[in-house]
């Protein structure tokens, strides 16, 4: 697959995805498309050996592939990645004594950098329940799509020291402003979105809704930038960017061996949650795939998790926050993530199959270390590792922005990303770096 091709499918996929939801629902019907069958948790499986499956849980989807030449015993090639990314997301009812505004409180989900999220164009977007005329439950994907929502910044002639310190306070500064009364009608937001029901479900008109999860989103569309196009920047690069190379890659894997994919919502606000890395969603499938508790640590132990979240690179107006002696540059290959606290799950042995993978499929790679005197962040590996007992290792595409309402990472890096990422489900066998017996 060439550079532009894989863009132009990654910009597709991010601008049908504004929230996890839209996201796993995305996947799902790619993967239906290529012969993948869909589980119900609730009912009886009958897994053969060759075939494909899905199963999605709130956001949250895990794939596999049952090899034709491998028992699940003899492990998996697992990918994992999260499918949430920060951002805001409106509080169920209006705020009071706002007219003849519109106005709608939020909350932080996730460590978005707020002042990002002023001056912008937004969309709104999430699932709402409803019950349609025939008393039907139904659990609707709603995108309006165009910008209705913006949240104006204070004119720094009514706070001077805007450009000396900028404090927002998510309560009080960052509610999305979403229409104007006409005519002393009264707007709220059930009215709202029942309108859009309407519009993108004609055939539920008058179904009433019940509640929702609703999320600001900037719909401006991903883009190259640069003199030379070197960067792309986008929305939710984190983590939509690994999930997209993890897809394909799947897509694209032989069937002789065993493959998986373990995309969890909630790693924003922490991964607890019945979808969350920390929930039951990945072991409960292991457990059905495998069917009893010895096959099943029999396979743990022979599979390899592959951990894929953005990496920062180095910023060059802010030199002095990353370790001088390990920079990361964009357009310079897949990073290694390594931190002497376990925020991150990488070790000696994990981190040397994923150099030699990428070696093999002629991807260099780089390593991001914090600054000693900085505290880490982290991301699904530490905890899927921790939950089902796996060797993995933490990885990602270099970028620079992360968790602001736009990212920015390099051009080449999401292709060679997916090339390494495709040997590691291709390679015949992965190696395995025993521990020397004196």
């Known amino acids: ?180 009364g006409v005519d002393g009608n009264p707007l709220d937001l059930t009215t709202m979105l029942s309108q859009q029901i309407t519009s993108q479900y004609p055939e539920l008109e008058g179904a009433s809704i019940l509640g929702f999860e609703l999320f600001c989103y900037d719909p401006a569309k991903p883009s190259m930038i640069g003199l030379n196009k070197d960067f792309i920047a986008a929305p939710r690069l984190d983590n939509l960017l690994s999930c997209h190379i993890g897809l394909e890659a799947l897509c694209q894997a032989g069937e002789s061996s065993n493959a998986m994919l373990i995309f969890t919502n909630h790693e924003e606000i922490g991964s607890t949650s019945s979808s969350g890395a920390l929930g039951s969603f990945p072991d409960v499938i292991l457990s059905r795939i495998l069917g009893n508790t010895e096959e099943k640590s029999i396979c743990l132990h022979h599979s390899f998790l592959l951990s894929l979240d953005n990496a920062h690179a180095t910023h060059p107006n802010y030199r002095d926050k990353t370790d001088s002696d390990h920079m990361v540059l964009l357009n310079q290959g897949p990073v290694i993530k390594i931190n002497a606290s376990q925020r991150y799950a990488t070790n000696t042995q994990s981190a040397s199959l994923f150099r030699l993978i990428a070696s093999e499929a002629g991807v260099k790679t780089q390593d991001f270390v914090m600054r000693s005197d900085m505290v880490c962040g982290s991301t699904i590996g530490p905890l899927s590792s921790a939950q089902l007992g796996i060797e993995t290792v933490d990885a990602g595409v270099p970028s620079w922005g992360m968790h602001s309402v736009r990212e920015v990472t390099g051009v080449t890096d999401p292709l060679l990303m997916y090339r390494t990422v495709c040997h590691y489900l291709n390679r015949s066998s992965l190696p395995r770096f025993s521990p020397t017996q004196d």
């Open 1 to 180: 697959m060439n550079t532009a091709t894989f863009l132009k499918d990654l910009f597709d996929f991010i601008e049908q995805s504004p929230t996890p939801f839209h996201a796993a629902s995305i996947m799902c019907r790619k993967l239906l498309s290529r012969g993948f069958q869909q589980l119900d948790e609730g009912a009886k499986w009958n897994l053969k050996q060759g075939n494909n499956y899905l199963v999605t849980r709130n956001g949250s989807l895990i794939a596999f592939s049952l090899g034709a030449m491998s028992a699940p015993a003899s492990g998996f090639r697992i990918i994992g990645a999260h499918t949430d990314s920060p951002c805001l997301q409106i509080k169920p009812r209006i705020r009071e004594n706002q007219s003849p505004y519109l106005v709608t409180g939020v909350e932080k989900y996730g460590g978005a950098i707020l002042h990002t999220w002023f001056d912008r164009d937004l969309s709104l977007a999430g699932r709402v329940s409803c019950v349609a005329k025939k008393g039907d439950g139904r659990c609707l994907l709603i995108d309006f799509k165009d910008p209705v929502a913006y949240i104006p910044s204070l004119a720094m002639h009514l706070e001077r020291t805007v450009n000396e310190s900028l404090a927002v306070n998510v309560h009080n500064h960052l509610s999305p402003i979403l229409a104007q």
